[in-house]
């Protein structure tokens, strides 16, 4: 006899795993916000709803069913799952369910001080959230794809933890023009994946935007033109460093571009370092951000044009207010 349901002080009730997952096949057409625990679909309802602790409160929940390719764009790649998001007061709770007999669905808990960088994009019909963390010594990432439709649940997940994360950032003065006229400089793609992301309070630094340098290698063969520098732009704020640009990959004047945000909290930032990454062709100049927590160190770099070197360094002195951005210097 199987023992009976318990309740969960999040109010779930608590049912056996095999009948949770009869009631969803995460195949579902939508990405929706839950207003708790108890609204999201299948096992994500136990899994979100037993592992949040008395006192934790969310700021955001959302579900999103399975999207049916295992990879997209920048290189993402992810087995299909359905997820649900939560972000409380202090860490992300993910959990996804690949639907199929002996694989069992799986939870992550990342709290906030463990965030090395999030990931947010789009391409076409599909859309992209990665959340990479140190953990036990290693960095871990947990990649989740999802209908494009449901972009806007993701944007306010990532406000969420950034809104946790903005304490003693100052305040944003309702008159100051910065934010508006940098949103008029940016290309829109650009701008539509970077605007949704800005929390009340955010100060803006600096920011430097660049366009996509192409290139012919072998003009006299007739080969075909490539993306040396894919468009992109760099902006600092009181919160840390946001890059966004488009996929290095693809071919120039292709449809279906596909644009990648990526946050770096100012807390993870350890240092920065310029460096030559022209190979041949056009000057091409490499940012490297060298990121740590709890030990754990990862990099993130952004390539753009060498034209633009001066810009940019001037722009990090802006953003001197973070330590990590008060001396930027080269290396090999």
């Known amino acids: 006899m199987n023992a009976p349901p318990t309740n969960h002080p999040s109010g779930v009730l608590a049912r056996p795993e095999a009948e949770l ?28 709803g037993g592992a949040l602790e008395p006192g934790e409160t969310l700021a955001y929940l959302f579900y999103a069913p399975m999207w049916p390719g295992g990879g997209g764009p920048f290189g993402i790649r992810a087995r299909p799952a359905s997820h649900a998001v939560a972000v409380s ?19 992550h808990s990342i ?27 290693s960095v871990r990432s947990v990649p ?6 449901g972009r806007r649940h993701v944007a306010a997940a990532i406000r969420g933890w950034r809104v946790a994360a903005r304490v003693g ?52 063969h007739g080969d ?33 571009l596909a644009v ?4 770096i909290p100012a807390e993870a930032l350890h240092r920065a370092a310029f460096a030559d990454a022209t190979t041949s062709g056009p000057w091409v100049t490499a940012l490297r951000f060298d990121l740590e927590r709890d030990g754990v160190a990862a990099t993130f ?18 953003g001197g207010e973070l330590p990590a951005l008060r001396e930027v210097g080269w290396s090999s």
Do not use: C, K, M
């Open 111 to 137: 709290p906030f001080s463990a965030l090395l960088r999030v990931e947010s994009g789009s391409a076409g019909a599909l859309a992209w959230l990665v959340i990479v963390w140190a953990a036990q010594g």
């Open 301 to 318: 770099v952004v390539r753009f044009p060498g034209e633009r070197l001066d810009e940019l360094e001037a722009a990090l002195r802006l």
């Open 260 to 263: 990648n945000a990526v946050a």
């Open 144 to 149: 989740l794809l999802y209908r494009a439709l």
């Open 21 to 48: 997952r009869r009631t969803s096949d995460g195949r579902e057409p939508w990405v929706f916000r839950a207003a708790g625990p108890n609204q999201l679909l299948g096992v994500h309802a136990e899994l979100i």
């Open 224 to 256: 075909a033109t490539v993306r040396v520098v894919p468009a992109g732009a760099l902006i600092v704020s009181s919160l840390g460093v946001i890059a966004v640009g488009d996929d290095p990959t693809a071919a120039p004047g292709g449809a279906g």
């Open 169 to 220: 950032s100052g305040d944003l003065d309702p008159g100051d023009p910065a934010w508006p006229a940098l949103w008029l400089r940016l290309d829109e793609l650009h701008r539509g994946e970077v605007e949704p992301l800005v929390v009340e309070g955010e100060r803006l630094l600096a920011a430097v935007s660049w366009p996509a340098v192409l290139d012919q290698p072998h003009r006299r």
């Open 89 to 107: 007061d202090r860490r992300f709770l993910v959990s996804s369910d690949p639907h199929l007999d002996g694989e069992p669905p799986a939870l």
